[in-house]
């Protein structure tokens, strides 16, 4: 069973910057998609970000589009979102997660249920 531990969240002011990490354990992590999911206080999980296992292949939710970066480093058995110019809105529990289907070749990332490990979370806070 692949673990997933999240780091890098904070509180942070509108328009400051974060970068979250997940590290997997286990030697498979270069063969999944991961992915970035969010939930807010009162309101439902939903996608953000998400990368084919090599990461050249990306996908990301309207509302952070052009803000946030998703990657990987499959040496280190890590990806990263990179978080710009962010707005109270992004206020969330941020989860990193495993794709269920290694070496995934489809486009569509954005169903949670896709993904079939997932980590603790990281709180990001954003104040305005």
């Known amino acids: 069973q692949v673990q997933l531990v999240e780091s890098g969240g904070g509180l942070v002011q509108a328009g400051g910057s974060l970068r979250l990490a997940c590290e997997a354990s286990?030697?498979?992590?270069?063969?999944?998609?991961m992915g970035w999911f969010r939930q807010a206080p009162g309101k439902e999980r939903e996608f953000v970000a998400a990368c084919n296992w090599s990461g050249g292949s990306t996908s990301y939710a309207d509302s952070v589009k052009g803000r946030f970066t998703i990657s990987r480093d499959n040496a280190k058995n890590t990806v990263y979102l990179q978080m710009n110019s962010l707005k109270p809105e992004d206020t969330a529990l941020y989860y990193c997660a495993r794709h269920r289907i290694p070496l995934y070749s489809g486009s569509d990332y954005a169903d949670g249920r896709d993904f079939g490990s997932w980590g603790q979370g990281t709180q990001v806070t954003v104040s305005s």
């Open positions: 286990g030697r498979s992590f270069s063969i999944y998609a």
